[in-house]
């Protein structure tokens, strides 16, 4: 069973920095692509960073320039480094990845940037 736990968040002002980290166990970390996505109150679910498991990375246009994912094979984590925040990043952040045709979610990490 495929298990993600995140770490990191919090508040912070705006134009701050935080950095999430989600640590995976029951799988074979460096094959797994990985996902950061976020959910804001009354707004859909949506993609904000990915790593594929070479290492190639995108990003949604809003965090371009501002976020970056990253990937520690050694220590099965991901990080999303999020500099220059906004309160439009004020969300839950979630990491994600798909094994088996299955998908696995971390619990959701809360970001509040007040302005």
């Known amino acids: 069973q495929v298990q993600l736990v995140q770490s990191g968040g919090g508040l912070v002002q705006a134009g701050g920095s935080l950095r999430l980290a989600c640590a995976a166990s029951g799988t074979i970390f460096m094959f797994n692509a990985m996902g950061w996505y976020r959910q804001a109150p009354g707004k859909q679910r949506e993609l904000v960073a990915h790593i594929t498991s070479g290492g190639s990375t995108n990003y949604a246009d809003s965090v371009k320039g501002r976020f970056t994912i990253s990937r520690d094979n050694a220590e099965n984590t991901v990080y999303l480094q999020m500099n220059s925040l906004n309160s439009e990043d004020t969300a839950v952040y979630y990491c994600?990845?798909?094994?088996?045709?299955?998908?696995?979610w971390g619990q959701g990490t809360q970001v509040t940037v007040s302005s």
């Open positions: 994600n990845t798909h094994r088996g045709g299955l998908e696995f």
